[in-house]
């Protein structure tokens, strides 16, 4: 026993020392605080605006594309504000005797001719879901300069003290014009597509610079003349496939990642032909676009639940599939401490270190002491996972990352912790056996990473199949992936949150139980062989020899 804390000891302080082992701990955190606001920075600050040229042959449609634009930007305009409200408003009265205002009286406040209501809008997005509590005319109040003043006067006296002055986001979409003298003899609103795209490509592959833009031109749209004439739908000619790209509306842009520009231009259009249409069948557009708007109310209910307290919320939602990031921490701290283990047998072996050891201690008191001393740095690496995760979540909770404060609710109180501790025993108990056999076996790390790929490769199954197994948890794959001990504790990890069977519970309860001590007592033999041996690794009826000739000889 002596020996063998000794040897866990120096396992752990080896560990420990190093600097990849600090450099993960701290990164960690990082890494995940970096994931939320990195996107969030970028998006706003590095994002450049999309400056685009649209050539209207039409006459009819360069307004629709601008209301479409101004309509994108009123959107985010009202995330901002709502953020800005929800970050520096006073807290409701009875905590500091101030009262929150009301988004009702808030739009009394407006002009008056800010209330035109624009029935055409795009109310699909989550930022206007939050409005039909309110009233949808705040959307177009806001695209009002007197409207937002005003509304900003009104915020005031119910702001915190010190509270920043708000500043409206930049337009990231803005169509320019073209010069005339940069057409040359080009006339824009009768040449052809092919000219048209021929003389606006340099502009488009930054090989001619855009007026006096530092970025290249993002975009080129070309409206034809008889847009009209070329749509599709139930009642209209039916078109080739091949040649519909050479019809309609053509949007040309090098970036086929960013389609932000694309959805609103195509939106808008679609609008208004959609509204045509209705007037050219003798219908209200407005009385049909109330009409579409109107849905049936509809909510999710899990019979679960306590009586009262049915209804599924976005707690409830996180709290099913948080597993899945369990499933994926779990996964990474498993195959990092794993993979220590292996380096250093095989390392220890490589140096005949092991021979040292093996002079004052046996091979399984050395083996214990491995696994010991590396599930101590696993263990120490997870509380510092776990506890910086929590802290960041903390953090980041707020009114602009609101999912971070519902994902900490569900971490501290889902009893999904004491699981991921329990699963990451196993786990750990299980691989450690299986890796540490491998790099007894191997004499350099060429031929541990011979057995690692294919290791790998069998091993990657939880990763794959881990969202099929949340969607379906009772299925029959995560049944029969449930009783392979391998991995087992990766899919009652995921199925943890879905309640599964008692039966499942107990039975891979006592499952991994047996895989543990049958997995380190074969560990333990081909250990004991693997140490001793130099050279050549043993082949695998040789193997199995060693392996049975002591249980003859008891």
């Known amino acids: 026993m002596k020996n063998t804390l000794h040897i866990a000891g120096r396992e752990f302080s080896d560990n420990a020392r190093t600097k990849g082992f600090w450099i993960n701990l701290l990164m960690f955190p990082v890494i995940i605080l970096a994931s939320v606001k990195v996107p969030q920075l970028l998006e706003e600050k590095a994002k450049p605006t999309r400056h685009f040229v649209m050539v209207d042959q039409s006459g009819e449609l360069a307004g629709v594309v601008d209301a479409g634009l101004e309509r994108h930007y009123k959107r985010e305009l009202f995330r901002k504000l709502s953020e800005y409200m929800k970050t520096h408003m006073a807290t409701p009265e009875g905590e500091d005797g101030v009262e929150q205002p009301n988004m009702a009286d808030m739009l009394e406040k407006m002009p008056a001719d800010s209330f035109q209501m624009d029935m055409t809008g795009d109310m699909t997005d989550s930022i206007l879901d939050m ?132 959805n609103v231009i195509e939106r808008a259009l679609n609008l208004e032909v959609q509204q045509r249409e209705l007037l050219a069948r003798n219908l209200d557009g407005n009385e049909v676009m109330a009409a579409q708007s109107t849905k049936m109310l509809f909510a999710s209910f899990d019979p679960k639940k306590a009586v009262g307290e049915e209804v599924v919320s976005m707690a409830d939602t996180i709290r099913k599939w948080a597993p899945i990031g369990f499933v994926y921490l779990l ?13 250093n047998t095989v390392e220890e072996k490589s140096n005949r270190i092991i021979e040292v050891l093996l002079s004052s201690a046996t091979p399984w008191e050395i083996m214990v002491g491995k696994l010991v001393g590396i599930a101590c740095v696993g263990l120490t690496m997870m509380v510092a996972w776990i506890l910086s995760l929590l802290g960041v979540l903390k953090y980041l909770a707020g009114p602009t990352v609101e999912w971070a404060g519902v994902v900490l609710e569900v971490v501290q109180t889902s009893g999904l912790l004491p699981l991921f501790a329990l699963y990451f025993a196993a786990g750990y108990l299980t691989y450690a056996g299986v ?21 790998m490769i069998i091993l990657m199954v939880p990763l794959f199949t881990m969202v099929f197994v949340a969607q379906d948890p009772h299925g029959s794959l995560a049944t029969f992936l449930t009783w392979i001990p391998l991995y087992t504790p990766f899919v009652m990890m995921n199925r943890a949150a879905a309640d599964p069977p008692m039966f499942d519970l107990v039975g891979t309860g006592v499952l991994m139980f047996v895989t543990v001590i049958l997995m380190l007592w074969l560990s333990s033999r081909i250990f004991r062989i693997g140490v001793l041996r130099t050279g050549q690794p043993p082949k695998i009826l040789e193997l199995i020899r060693n392996l049975t000739t002591p249980l003859k000889n008891q």
């Open 331 to 343: 996964w990474v701290a498993i195959f990092t401490v794993v993979q220590m283990l292996l380096n």
């Open 131 to 262: 409005l039909d509590d309110y009233d949808p005319r705040m959307m177009d109040a806001l695209a009002n300069p007197e409207s937002l003043d005003a509304m900003l006067a009104f915020m005031k006296p119910k702001m915190k003290e010190g509270a920043p002055e708000f500043e409206a986001p930049r337009r990231m979409l803005e169509r320019v014009d073209m010069p005339e003298d940069e057409w040359g003899e080009l006339d824009p609103m009768t040449s052809s597509k092919d000219d048209l795209v021929a003389h606006m490509k340099p502009y488009l592959l930054d090989k001619k610079a855009f007026r006096d833009h530092k970025d290249p031109l993002f975009a080129f749209v070309i409206i034809p003349e008889d847009a009209f004439q070329q749509l599709k739908g139930r009642d209209k000619p039916m078109i080739d496939p091949t040649e519909a790209p050479k019809l309609g509306v053509q949007y040309w842009s090098t970036n086929l990642t960013d389609k932000d520009l694309a």
């Open 435 to 455: 890796f540490l056999a491998i790099g007894s076996l191997c004499s350099t790390v060429k031929e541990a990473q011979n057995f690692m790929g294919t290791a």
